[in-house]
């Protein structure tokens, strides 16, 4: 059984197929994962001209279908992994068994529930910087946050853009040190402390800039940019499994080093869920591979 539909559950269903494992896929919700969420992917070999990331992920469940995979649109709400076979609950309804279940349901991107932030997602508004930091090339952008994650997009970003905003809601950032000194540092990189994101604001265009508050003065005023990367923070899809499952405090799973192994024989995870630094397609698609191979040796051993 393989729960989640990104990148790490389709290449793990692919190696399942293969293997002629039975592989079955849960969807869950999100069709498709965090693939569907942006525009062009051109950092996924094997697509000189990019690839269109729902389409990419499209092409990834097909693939896996061709081979064999049973896939079935509903959502792990529950886990039993106290005995043999493991077991989860469809929907809140149905439990369904297993003897070996891969973990791939991924991360979701926090957002921050301003105006305009959901109504510019994907014309402004991105969540990844790898993804889409590419379309603003040259043009003045933001990074909300003062996280490892947004040091690393607004370090990325400058190299591709005019100029980075950082915009941080303290008068101090929790990235680790080497960090704050890398982007302290960037010639084309301004951080803008204590500053609150109000509003983001657009046209028929796309996002024109973003409305932000001084919280010392108490002003607002509008930054002008053409994309707003957001690093507020990563959330791991993990509490249907957090009963049985080894994870960090902030939800990631934890499995053996260098291995999908989790603390439970037979259950593996793979891809964002307990991947707290690549955060890649295709580490994620890798990371499925590996997954699927330590389930033909677990399924091997019984
Ligand atoms: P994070 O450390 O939780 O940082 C999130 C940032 O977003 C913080 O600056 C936070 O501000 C800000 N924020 C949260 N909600 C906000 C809101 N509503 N409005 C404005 N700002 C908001 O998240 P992360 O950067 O994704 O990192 C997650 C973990 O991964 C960390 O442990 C990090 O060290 C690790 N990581 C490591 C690497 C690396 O080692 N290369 C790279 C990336 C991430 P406050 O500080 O005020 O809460």
């Not at 993804?131 to 003062?146: E, S």
Request: proline share 3%; with cysteine.
């Amino acid at each position: 059984m393989i729960v989640g539909s990104g990148p790490a559950g389709y290449t793990a269903a692919i190696y399942a197929a293969r293997a002629n494992m039975g592989p079955v896929i849960y969807t869950g919700m999100e069709l498709g994962g965090q693939l569907t969420t942006t525009t062009t992917i051109e950092n996924f070999p094997g697509f000189p001209t990019g690839i269109d990331g729902t389409q990419l992920v499209e092409n990834m469940r097909a693939q896996a279908e061709n081979l064999g995979a049973k896939i079935v649109m509903g959502t792990i709400t529950d886990s039993d992994f106290s005995g043999r076979p493991l077991r989860l609950q469809v929907d809140g309804a149905d439990w369904v068994e297993a003897d070996c279940v891969i973990i791939a349901t991924g991360a979701s991107a926090k957002y921050l529930g301003i105006p305009g932030e959901q109504h510019f997602r994907g014309s402004g508004v991105s969540a990844c910087a790898t993804c889409d930091g590419f379309f603003y090339r040259k043009q003045d952008v933001a990074v909300i946050g003062g996280g490892d994650t947004a040091c690393e997009e607004a370090l990325y970003l400058s190299g591709l853009c005019n100029k980075v905003y950082m915009i941080i809601r303290r008068d101090q950032m929790r990235a680790s040190q080497i960090m704050q000194e890398r982007v302290k540092t960037r010639e084309n990189i301004e951080i803008l402390w204590q500053s609150i994101p109000l509003e983001v604001m657009g046209d028929a265009s796309g996002v024109t800039g973003i409305k932000i508050e001084d919280k010392k003065s108490g002003e607002t005023r509008v930054v002008a940019v053409a994309g707003i990367f957001l690093a507020v923070g990563h959330h791991p899809n993990s509490e249907v499994f957090a009963k049985w499952i080894t994870t960090n405090s902030e939800g990631y799973i934890i499995t053996e080093p260098g291995s999908p192994k989790t603390n439970i024989a037979g259950v593996f995870a793979a891809g964002d869920v307990k991947d707290l630094h690549y955060k890649q397609a295709i580490t994620a698609a890798a990371a499925g591979c590996q997954a699927a191979i330590e389930a033909d040796r677990y399924l091997q051993s019984l």
